[in-house]
């Protein structure tokens, strides 16, 4: 390959994003939305009160103000039932909500939450009510009770037409809504929506496996971690690449993305040049309570496992969804086969290794995609087809090293069923591939 086009394959990678831990707790809050629009409608009401006042100055200049307050009765009216009806609406609105994230972490897995609660158009639809609330209630304080054309002073036509586009906008973003949470109650549409936020995550390892190498085992100093404890939710690989480019070091991280880490966890390895300040590392690390999708491999397979291995609860007794998670792993898989795993080279712009970036290797996984769903569907030959044939598709495609852990699955799944399933004939039906699990 040809410098230039180096180069070019070079300008063409996608780059890691740092994940703003501002940006995250905004996303994961419901004040900041509401809050905005709420300030936006004080604005939009002092807005449309000075332009009523100007129509209404124009309108004495040109007397024609008698029209004018004739409309204010009706306008008042209009603008006061909307108020009212527009504080129900709210309370419509919040109580879906709840009602969506305990059926979903109910029926599905406490860690698709996030996707209620991170959801856009949820927090559009109640930061739009509420802004119509605020507005009309701002709309009818600025009402003159007089209608005598020398003591009024605006009549409310601009703001009562503000607020009826409004209520429009409001009432179409709750027909969206609805649809939207109808959508994510529905299991099939979660399983796939987890699915596509992980390609994009395999997306970015797609690109980054030429960047892979062997090297020496890292040798000095370990730094240790000095902010609060939490889940690594993200890591800032610039930041990190320039540290060590300006200490003329390599850095090894230690912990995985999704790691639980505390003060005093060992999280990088230096390996030559100057160690850094360990303050400079902790400030490239995002710490929070929970994992994101941003950079976690593990954590796609871990949602897909955990809708899974709840379906086949006896609480719930569901291995058609268990099959539908099944397809999501096996098409994950399928993708992730060709890559390069187990670490990830990130390289400054003259070409050098900078970070070391631990990620899953495929036997983990494996082990990850397969293993409790394996254990809790022993004995659903619906979920125990579906992993068979699972399995097989993948053996058909996977390079040859990497067989062994996909043929100690099929191992292990067939001494479970023997275990659980004593009858041979039972046992050979559920032992037979089917991509539909049973039909």
């Known amino acids: 390959m040809s410098e230039e086009q180096q180069h070019s394959g070079r300008r063409r990678r996608p780059r890691y994003r740092a994940l703003s831990p501002l940006r995250e707790h905004l996303r994961e809050s419901f004040w900041f939305a509401p809050l905005v629009t709420c300030v936006g409608a004080v604005l939009l009401a002092g807005l449309t009160d000075l332009i009523d006042r100007e129509i209404f100055a124009e309108a004495t200049a040109e007397q024609t103000a008698d029209t004018l307050l004739s409309f204010t009765s009706a306008a008042k009216s209009v603008v006061s039932t909307v108020s009212s009806a527009m504080l129900t609406f709210i309370g419509v609105v919040f109580s879906i909500s709840l009602v969506s994230l305990q059926m979903a972490a109910g029926q599905m897995s406490p860690r698709v939450l996030r996707l209620y609660v991170r959801s856009r158009l949820t927090k559009a639809t109640f930061s739009t009510c509420l802004a119509t609330f605020v507005f009309t209630l701002l709309v009818q304080l600025g009402y003159d009770e007089t209608t005598d054309p020398t003591r009024a002073v605006s009549v409310p036509i601009v703001s009562t037409v503000v607020a009826l586009v409004l209520v429009m906008l409001s009432l179409a973003l709750f027909v969206l809504y609805v649809q939207a949470t109808l959508r994510l109650l529905r299991v099939p549409h979660v399983i796939d929506r987890v699915t596509r936020e992980s390609l994009q ?68 390895l230096v390996a030559g040049g100057t160690p850094p300040r360990p303050g400079w590392i902790t400030t490239a690390l995002n710490v929070g309570v929970d994992r994101t999708m941003h950079q976690d491999l593990g954590f796609g397979f871990r949602q897909l496992v955990d809708i899974a291995i709840r379906a086949l609860s006896p609480a719930v007794n569901d291995p058609t969804t268990a099959v539908q998670a099944v397809d999501r792993i096996h098409q994950l898989l399928a993708v992730l086969a060709p890559l390069h795993l187990g670490e990830l080279r990130h390289r400054d712009a003259d070409g050098a290794v900078r970070l070391v970036q631990p990620v899953p290797d495929w036997e983990a996984t494996v082990d990850l995609a397969f293993t409790e769903i394996r254990i809790c569907g022993a004995g659903q030959p619906q979920v125990t087809r579906r992993l068979v044939a699972a399995l097989d598709d993948l053996l058909r495609i996977v390079p040859e090293p990497r067989r062994a852990p996909l043929l100690n699955q099929r191992r292990l799944l067939e001494r479970a069923v023997t275990a659980s399933v004593p009858d041979e004939q039972n046992r050979a039906f559920a032992l037979t591939p089917d991509r539909q699990g049973i039909g």
């Open 201 to 268: 995550v395999l997306l970015a390892y797609r690109w980054l496996a030429p960047e892979l190498a062997d090297g020496p085992a890292p040798q000095g100093p370990t730094l240790l971690h000095e902010g609060r404890a939490g889940v690594l939710r993200d890591v800032n690989i610039r930041r990190l690449v320039r540290v060590a480019r300006r200490h003329g070091t390599v850095l090894h991280l230690v912990p995985r993305i999704g790691d639980f880490i505390a003060p005093g966890t060992p999280t990088v």
